[in-house]
């Protein structure tokens, strides 16, 4: 194993290649794909009723088409030279993949939250996602041009001064490291910390017991999933027994221990459930269980994993069964994972994973942030990215190429806010397609 020394060398060596003042170059080539040729050959094998609402949300706002433009961003990324120091990627790291959720041990932690895309690759795709959106997110709530470049600085900053305390920390201080919400409050200006707790507040109701009340109804004495077309449709019996057919398979993903307590629930009922915007047209579930009585609810999602958008430019995944990539991807990536993680392959050979719907999982409204609050919020974020990088990639060599000036920083931020410009074109491209006709979308579903 190279020493810490060794493996700073390394990473400074990586400036000779790629500098640091390099990231902020952005020039789109002269044969960049089409954008909304990329959109629609990722939709190739999804639903095709449910692509409509996928281009519809997509189309709501510059902020909404780079969510679900994870694709359309790797393809702009893999034309740049990259540094080689491999971390396993978020693939998806925008503001909105971040948010609170239940640990083990319920405290409420605030990490990633995605990981449809994740794979190993260069730290820095992540770090420049995340700078982008939040550039975007700026823009889109008015904040002006120098306020969003100092949103995806702050990206950046946190990121390189996080990566450089936790290369000097221990192997085990690194895999235990977490942002608790308890300490995100002090980082809170004083007049905005009761908005921020009232949200933290609606996470921790977010649970099984509010699903049941809101997603459910009693039909002949049984709890059945209320029908919300075309966003939450019951799947009916033949739906149900093939969900039973593959329950013992995700079973058997799961630790020992986790399939006993699994074996306390029955199955009673399955719907479809249209989740997010870049998800939209996967094949998704939503399956109600039982414990000791039908007030001792578990919600679980089985939600289908294909090839991650980061495969066409990278290698290819470990794993053969693209749930498992994800499920792998997220145990390592978080400081705490939820205990129902698991994957299966369906009857027709498609790859699933599963988690828990609601566990006190939430999120930030992004809309109402002033600059102060957004650049407080991404530099959370930016932390939280850190901790999943350090992790699972070489934080010292990493450290070591951030170094301890700002010159990666302003980089990331001129980077920024010249890719919040080529989203904003990109978004225009969309409505524009969706205006002649070429594109059919579904506005307000």
């Known amino acids: ?17 790629v500098p640091r003042s390099s990231h902020g170059a952005w020039v789109p080539s002269a044969d960049r794909p089409d954008p909304i040729g990329t959109l629609e050959r990722q939709a190739a094998g999804r639903v095709p009723e449910l692509l409509p609402i996928r281009y519809g949300r997509m189309a709501v706002s510059p902020f909404a088409f780079l969510r679900g433009a994870a694709a359309v961003m790797a393809g702009d990324l893999a034309a ?19 948010g609170t959720y239940a640990s083990p041990e319920r405290a409420l932690l605030f990490d990633l939250n995605d990981f449809d895309e994740t794979l190993p690759g260069p730290f820095e795709w992540d770090v420049e996602r995340l700078a982008a959106s939040a550039a975007v997110a700026a823009l889109e709530n008015s904040h002006s041009a120098g306020a969003a470049r100092r949103a995806a600085v702050a990206a950046a900053r946190s990121y390189r001064l996080a990566m450089r305390t936790l290369a000097d920390a221990g192997e085990l201080a690194v895999w235990y490291a977490r942002i608790d919400t308890t300490d995100v409050l002090p980082l809170v200006r ?23 009340r809101k997603l459910t109804k009693v039909v002949n004495g049984e709890r059945r ?21 593959i329950f013992t398979d995700y079973r058997s993903s799961l630790p020992e221990d986790r399939r006993q307590l699994l074996d306390a629930f029955r199955v009673v009922d399955v719907a479809t459930k249209v989740v997010g915007v870049g998800s939209v047209g996967t094949r998704c579930f939503v399956v109600l269980l039982t414990g000791r009585d039908a007030n001792d609810p578990l919600f679980l999602q089985i939600k289908e994993a294909g090839r991650s958008v980061l495969e066409e430019w990278l290698t290819p995944s470990a794993y053969d069964h ?55 919020y991404v530099r959370v974020c930016a932390t939280a990215l850190a901790h999943a990088h350090a992790r699972s990639g070489d934080r010292i060599a ?14 990331i931020g001129e980077f920024a806010v010249r890719y919040a410009e080529q989203n904003a074109r990109d978004h225009s491209a969309l409505t524009s397609a969706i205006a002649s006709g070429a594109v059919v979308a579904t506005s307000g579903v």
């Open 225 to 245: 999933i209320i029908s919300d077309p075309p966003l939450l449709e019951p799947v009916g019996t033949l739906g149900r027994n093939t969900i039973r057919k």
């Open 322 to 376: 693209h749930g498992h990539r994800v499920v792998a991807g997220q145990l390592l990536l978080q400081s705490a994972s939820d205990i129902f993680l698991g994957w299966v392959t369906d009857l027709h050979g498609r790859h699933y994973y599963w988690r828990q719907l609601r566990d006190m999982k939430g999120s930030i409204d992004l809309e109402s942030m002033t600059p102060v609050m957004l650049r407080n």
């Open 190 to 212: 004083p007049e905005n910390r009761r908005l921020v707790e009232a949200q933290f507040a609606r996470a921790r109701r977010r649970t099984s017991l509010q699903a049941l």
């Open 80 to 98: 740049r030279p990259h540094t080689g120091l491999t971390v396993q990627l978020c693939g998806d790291a925008h503001l909105m993949n971040f």
């Open 398 to 411: 990493i450290a070591s190429y951030l170094g301890s000036s700002d010159v990666f920083d302003r980089s």
């Open 1 to 17: 194993m190279a020493t810490p020394a060794g493996r700073a060398s390394r990473g400074k060596d990586g400036r000779k290649s």
